[in-house]
């Protein structure tokens, strides 16, 4: 199945971001109107029918993009609507969540350009089908959720926030990468980069845990060339220096609980004192989701400092919060 067209789409969400999600689209002027809604369920019409290149849209609030096929009243109605369709996923809304069903712990992931088939369930007796196309920067697993499990030794939730948008959007670290995070503290991110092998020099005044502090060096200059290492800097962001950060660093990340102004703020001015940096992806913490509406001055924003590339993304494991990458 190579192309197709679709009266309805119909969206993916977090449960409670419905809202925002409507207003985004609004925001965006894509022509889009609302229909049916239910719990991290929205369809949408326009004056013409959509094709999956309407798809291709960087909608943050939508976890999930398909082409409607239409509401069945059993599961093997749905799956008989995606006819030859090679991969299709499973959702369903349950425990108050829109959850991605996989037979495996975390499913293969698709090629670029290739139709998967979306089964959603919503009740007993009603189920949606729908199509999208793989591509870059979409999330490989049913639903947009990885289902990845948080380890016991993680001192926070910030672990699962940076798995969770790696597999979104297929990030790649090397060992000659150096992120600086911002807000470290305990050092959730900070696990998770040097499991994956990425030294990290953490910006916090605040305590680590212990399983990060296994890691830690002295000294930026005590740095070892054979083994992933943490160092931090124990002052507020505000007041780091080029000279704390050193030669290298070609990622910046942030899980401050500031607003996006401020951490944007420190974003343009941490790109100048290291120009190496590459690569940015930052949690924006939101007091309220209709924030998104204020997408293009975040990418603005960002732009203004170089950065080509721009996603914003509602994970599945945030709340009141946003995924913000940019890469050169």
């Not at 994970?315 to 890469?327: G, M």
Request: some cysteine; overall charge positive; aromatic content about 8%.
């Amino acid at each position: 199945m190579k192309s197709t067209a679709s009266e309805f789409v119909f969206a993916l969400t977090n449960p409670g971001s419905e809202k925002a999600l409507k207003l985004e689209v609004e925001t965006m002027k894509l022509g889009w109107r609302p229909g049916y809604q239910r719990r991290g369920f929205v369809t949408f019409k326009a004056d013409e029918p959509f094709s999956f290149d309407s798809l291709d849209v960087g909608i943050a609030t939508a976890r999930r993009l398909c082409l409607s096929l239409g509401k069945a009243a059993t599961r093997e109605e749905a799956v008989a609507r995606l006819g030859e369709t090679r991969i299709i996923h499973h959702a369903r809304f349950a425990d108050r969540k829109m959850q991605g069903v996989s037979d495996v712990e975390i499913p293969a992931k698709p090629q670029f350009g290739e139709i998967i088939g979306t089964v959603v369930e919503l009740g007993a007796s009603e189920f949606w089908a729908g199509l999208h196309r793989h591509a870059p920067f979409l999330s490989p697993d049913p639903a947009g959720d990885a289902g990845i499990a948080m380890p016991a030794e993680s001192p926070s939730r910030a672990w699962l926030k940076l798995e969770e948008a790696a597999r979104f959007f297929d990030l790649k670290f090397t060992r000659k990468d150096i992120v600086v995070e911002l807000g470290c503290a305990p050092g959730g991110v900070v696990l998770a980069l040097i499991n994956r092998g990425v030294p990290v020099i953490g910006v916090d005044p605040a305590k680590m845990a212990e399983v990060v502090l296994a890691s830690a060096i002295a000294g930026r200059q005590d740095a070892p060339i054979d083994r992933p290492w943490f160092f931090q800097c124990r002052k507020p962001a505000a007041l780091t220096s080029k000279r704390d950060l050193g030669q290298g660093v070609t990622w910046f990340m942030s899980d401050m609980n500031q607003s996006p102004e401020v951490v944007l703020k420190e974003c343009a001015r941490f790109c100048k004192m290291a120009p190496s940096i590459r690569g940015v992806l930052i949690t924006l913490k939101l007091t309220d989701l209709l924030q998104v509406a204020d997408k293009a001055q975040w990418f603005a924003s960002l732009a203004e400092m170089g950065f080509k590339t721009l996603r914003l993304q509602q994970l599945s494991v945030h709340h009141k919060e946003f995924a913000l990458l940019a890469l050169r």
